[in-house]
């Protein structure tokens, strides 16, 4: 669920459509510009403050997800 | 042409670490350094200083030794770069984020490293067979019993402080080494010039290779305020926007584009903390004004911008430009204004005679800040501390290959390099060095790295390769770069050719290069 919601911000921000969820980050093409744009949709469409060290810690879509996952297990 | 700085007297021992414990003296239960949840006064962190400092000493690390330092922000980062220079030693940043190859590169290129304080986590990557790697989490344990107080190490102007990693034109990277009295001279202007005092709390945003990180980390305490780390390995510009707003910070020193992104954030979302700094000190590249427009101009605003310009190897701030008004007068190309004190800037033909005002020039610098020169062995960089005589005196400058000139103003104005070197988010890149890199790769036959323009005007990278059997796979070639070079070097872009083209003279033709990229599609494909 949570998962789905931060591929489509991936897709949006690195502008393409392929990528699944063990894809790297970097690897895709990423640079740390787009990192702070991602950082920006988390808070405002998925309401979870992310620190940087966490993304670049996390660089593909199922790590981060899981680690947005566990931030709100923890504020419920 | 020259533009000459103010001369401003500086003690007979301008040395960094006595300004900095003469505020030891004067307040030492004010706040020096605040990191995540960890605090210290000036008397703590003089005092843990000192005893990493003896503890140096005591091993043979003293004056004109070279300690390495690889750590997070952190307050043991400044414990560490303080108490380096007690022992009259000079500290070399090395980043923990970069690739362990990376790492043991530089390392490499250090003549006579005799230390390296790394964290435990790190500790593997810095691993070598010439210096003494120790754990930043042993040192409390090893500093336990020495004398609080600094131990008794002669320290002059023309000792090294530190010494930074740029880009040379070799594919090697330089180590470029600095002494006190230009440290000293680039934050008693700062502080004089701009008025900082011990209300100008700092936040430092920057990655600690850099040049500026190490003006960004000590100017606070020169000045006797509080330095604010952020606990992040790296930029963060919600935890530096959150700490800039819950905090009296004061200042912040930053490369262009992390302005822009802190400028960005802010206006995002609505905040006020950036336009009541004091004071942005800022540069590294080109201001595109039009990217900070809207939030300079907003009323309220009461953050000076100061635009300024530099290199490693005179000691990081050369000039400064007061963007008054928040705009940056008539021309395309905001100035960068006029020099730092004690400071020369001679605009320099090919012969190095001095052009004629408001004709273009080399950027030269003469003056307290000039460098030590590159510490890792002799090549045609070298050639570029020179000596000039100028009214019959002697003058040792440093030619920076920038381009320039200096406006009806009277300040400087760059424009550009004499020769081929880039720059991409503030930071120096030499191709050949991550051409070098990509030659290392399998099915990479030959390869040139050129800098190009997003549609939004940002310098990036674009590698062309020629394969040598099938077509290079893009996220192959990436993710074998990012083994081995920090993330700001890898390409934005690689593009398969079936050849490079070669100029006249027989080197490869970058200009063509980036011209193949106008005339079709822009991104993976094969050209040429």
């Known amino acids: 669920m949570i998962a789905d919601r931060v591929r489509a911000i991936w897709c949006r921000e690195l502008q393409r459509d392929d990528i699944s969820a063990d894809d790297d980050f970097f690897a895709l093409g990423g640079q740390s510009v787009i990192m702070v744009r991602i950082q920006g949709a988390f808070i405002e469409e998925l309401g979870a403050e992310v620190p940087m060290d966490q993304l670049f810690l996390n660089p593909t879509v199922a ?9 709100s297990a923890v504020t419920k | 042409m020259i533009l000459q700085g103010k001369r401003v007297a500086l003690p007979s021992a301008p040395v960094v670490h006595k300004q900095f414990e003469a505020h030891v003296e004067a307040a030492p239960d004010a706040l020096a350094v605040s990191c995540g949840g960890e605090q210290v006064t000036y008397a703590e962190l003089d005092a843990r200083a000192n005893r990493f400092a003896h503890f140096l000493v005591a091993r043979g690390h003293g004056r004109g030794a070279k300690v390495g330092v690889c750590l997070d922000y952190s307050v043991d980062m400044l414990v560490a770069i303080l108490g380096t220079l007690k022992a009259g030693a000079a500290y070399v940043p090395f980043d923990p984020a970069y690739p362990a190859a990376r790492l043991q590169l530089l390392l490499g290129q250090v003549p006579g ?3 390296i304080v790394a964290s435990r986590a790190t500790a593997g990557m810095v691993e070598s067979a010439a210096a003494e790697v120790i754990g930043v989490e042993e040192l409390p344990g090893r500093l336990a019993g020495l004398p609080a107080t600094a ?4 320290v002059t102007g023309d000792d090294l402080c530190y010494a930074v990693f740029t880009s040379g034109s070799t594919g090697t990277p330089k180590l470029t080494a600095v002494r006190h009295e230009g440290w000293f001279n680039l934050m008693n202007w700062l502080k004089l010039e701009y008025g900082l005092d011990s209300a100008s709390n700092n936040l430092v945003v920057s990655a600690f290779g850099f040049d500026l990180s190490q003006r960004a980390l000590m100017t ?5 305020a509080t330095q604010y780390l952020m606990a992040s390995r790296n930029f963060d510009a919600m935890l530096a926007y959150r700490l800039l707003t819950e905090h009296d910070i004061r200042t912040v020193h930053c490369a262009s584009s992390t302005l822009y992104l802190l400028v960005d954030w802010e206006t995002a979302r609505g905040g006020d903390a950036l336009t009541q700094l004091d ?4 540069g590294g590249e080109p201001l595109k004004f039009e990217r900070i427009a809207d939030w300079a101009q907003r009323e309220n605003n009461y953050c000076t911008l100061l635009h300024q310009y530099g290199v490693a190897e005179c000691t990081d701030v050369a000039t400064s430009y007061d963007l008054d008004g928040h705009r940056p007068c008539d021309q395309d190309i905001a100035p960068v204004g006029k020099p730092a004190y004690n400071t020369e800037i001679h605009l320099l033909d090919e012969n190095l005679r001095g052009v004629a005002p408001g004709e273009y020039g080399e950027i030269c610098i003469a003056g307290a800040s000039v460098g030590a020169g590159y510490l890792n062995g002799s090549g045609p960089e070298n050639e570029k501390f020179t000596t000039v005589v100028v009214d019959g005196e002697p003058r040792r400058l440093y030619r920076t290959g920038d381009r320039g000139y200096v406006n009806e103003a009277g300040d400087l104005v760059v424009a550009g390099r004499m020769d081929a070197q880039v720059k991409v988010r503030g930071m120096r890149i030499d191709p050949t060095d991550i051409e070098r890199a990509l030659g290392r790769l399998a099915g990479v036959r030959e390869a040139a790295v050129v800098v190009t323009y997003t549609d ?38 690689f593009v398969n050719v079936l050849r490079l083209p070669l100029s006249p003279h027989g080197k490869v033709d970058r200009a063509a290069l980036v011209d193949s990229l106008k005339n079709q599609y822009a991104g993976s494909g094969t050209a040429a």
């Open chain 2, 279 to 282: 004071y942005v000190l800022f």
């Open chain 2, 456 to 493: 939004a005007g940002e310098a990036e990278l674009t590698a062309f390769l020629v394969p040598a059997g099938g077509e290079l796979a893009e996220d192959d070639l990436r993710n074998g770069l990012l083994q081995t070079l920090p993330r700001n070097m890898v390409p934005a872009r």
């Open chain 2, 151 to 154: 131990p008794d190490v002669p």
């Open chain 1, 63 to 71: 790590s981060i997800s899981a680690y947005i996952e566990s931030l």
């Open chain 2, 113 to 115: 490293l005799a230390l």
């Open chain 2, 220 to 224: 606070a305490l020169f000045c006797g």
